[in-house]
């Protein structure tokens, strides 16, 4: 049964269809996006361990580390073993950080649950997140933007799915709680039979793109595309770099630097957004904004995050990677700024900004896979996108850390207005400032990086194979 996730036994029979593929990469980046969800149950964590709210935070953020780090480790590994082992993998972690987690709140022992989330859920989360991407470029060489949006939209959607259905599953479980009422707390009963449903639900569902993925024929390509305008592009090489040879070039160093800013700059607004739009429309210590109007701000820039993975990445293919992340950081510079002076004024006017840039935000993520494959070939982009990833990491510690240090400056929660966050919203703007300058610094990839014409080192001797008939080398 094992052998069934050899790589060599996921080879597509003729006539397959590559559409099939975004669906299977779907299944996996939707159960994953569930990290961003954990902010429903963490009030009710906080009762059950009567621990504080940094200790329970720590779970959050061992999680989006491991990422970062298993991405970038295991990257070489998810590339020599094809999507659907990596897949497999990432499920059988993901599902175990679920069930060690419970195991942690039905004994109370919170070292359990930073175990069993926050380190195993980690490392599912980064074998997960990279684990179709080369797949998914190998089959869409002709819109790779495209392609790696629909699957990494996924993982910004993910929350808008877990988080009512977790509040449903804790209602369930326990009368008692409302989830409509957000001071209410769920049992520790309700919140282990909460972990151990999505546990097996998760793994349910990612078995479906387990079983579902397929890697390119070595002599397919798609119908009607020419490999020639792929040459034609400054940007596009039609040669391929190694992992280990992509980390010592300058390319690779500037993009994590772009992917780092834009990161940064919109983690600090989704990490903020709720509190953030009360007190931009505060006066005389009351918001004009309720508590329920907030919650509806956050929902719509998970909206928004999501449509931006897809939409953005998929005009990256028409205009170009290089030119899109001018777009991300430049704009988005000057809408930072217009959210600093202007966007008390109106609650449209905030909404409508602050939208933009988690859209932004979003699309950052989609297209950087593309970007990837532009620079460095097809031969090892997923290991490449692995060891980016920690980019994730570092800009998931230091964007929170930048607003909340300017604000802890300003005052306490539930008193500040729109000028407390203008120091932190004109940080972000030089933050995007650095990002985009070395957006423009980005060049091709020098030929002494290239990989030997033959291609020599890909699995099973049949890759760069594949990649030259289909004209993506």
């Not at 799915?161 to 709680?177: C, E, I, M, N, T």
């Not at 009607?224 to 690779?252: E, H, I, Y």
Request: with cysteine; aromatic share 12%.
């Amino acid at each position: 049964m094992l052998s069934t996730l050899d790589r060599g036994h996921t080879v597509a029979p003729p006539g397959y269809s590559r559409w099939l593929i975004p669906p299977a990469a779907l299944a996996i980046h939707l159960c994953i996006g569930q990290v961003y969800a954990t902010s429903v149950y963490k009030n009710s964590l906080i009762a059950h361990f009567d621990a504080s709210q940094t200790a329970i935070g720590v779970i959050f953020s061992i999680a989006i580390v491991m990422l970062g780090l298993s991405a970038a480790v295991a990257g070489t590994w998810v590339e020599a073993n094809g999507p659907r082992k990596a897949m497999f993998v990432s499920a059988c972690f993901w599902a175990a950080g679920f069930l060690v987690g419970a195991l942690g709140i039905a004994t109370r022992q919170l070292w359990l649950l930073y175990l069993g989330y926050g380190l195993l859920g980690g490392i599912g989360l980064g074998i997960g997140y990279i684990s179709p991407v080369s797949t998914l470029i190998k089959w869409f060489p002709d819109r790779p933007g495209l392609a790696t949006g629909l699957a990494i939209m996924g993982f910004g959607g993910g929350a808008m799915v877990a988080s009512p259905l977790s509040r449903q599953l804790l209602s369930f479980y326990d009368p008692g709680y409302d989830p409509a009422n957000a001071g209410s707390t769920a049992s520790g009963g309700a919140l282990v039979w909460l972990f151990v449903t999505l546990g097996v639900g998760y793994f349910l569902i990612m078995m479906f793109g387990v079983f579902n993925v397929r890697v390119p024929a070595a002599d397919w390509r798609p119908a009607g595309f020419d490999p020639a305008r792929l040459a034609a592009k400054p940007m596009v090489t039609t040669a391929n770099v190694s992992a280990a040879n992509a980390v010592k070039t300058r390319s690779f160093w500037l993009l994590w630097v772009v992917l780092f800013c834009n990161v940064t700059a919109g983690i600090g607004i989704l990490e903020q957004a709720s509190p953030m739009i009360q007190d931009f429309f505060r006066d005389n210590g009351t918001s004009a904004v309720s508590v329920a109007a907030a919650g509806g701000f956050v929902g719509l820039l998970s909206l928004f995050n999501m449509a931006g993975r897809f939409a953005w990445s998929s005009t990256s293919d028409l205009i170009g990677r290089k030119p899109i992340y001018l777009v991300y950081l430049g704009v988005g510079m000057v809408l930072y700024a217009l959210l600093a002076v202007v966007g008390h004024t109106a609650t449209a006017l905030f909404v409508l900004l602050a939208c933009v840039i988690l859209s932004f935000y979003g699309g950052g993520f989609a297209t950087v896979p593309a970007y990837l494959r532009d620079l460095f070939g097809t031969f090892e982009v997923g290991a490449i996108h692995g060891r980016l990833l920690t980019a994730w990491s570092a800009a998931g510690v230091a964007g929170p850390l930048i607003v909340n240090g300017f604000l802890d400056a300003q005052g306490k929660p539930g008193t500040l207005t729109a000028a407390a966050y203008r120091p932190a919203l004109f940080t972000m703007v030089g933050v995007l400032a650095v990002g985009f300058i070395a957006n423009l610094l980005i060049r091709p990839v020098p030929e002494r990086f290239h990989e030997p014409a033959s291609g020599g080192g890909a699995d099973e001797g049949t890759e760069p194979v594949a990649a030259e008939r289909s004209g993506t080398r």
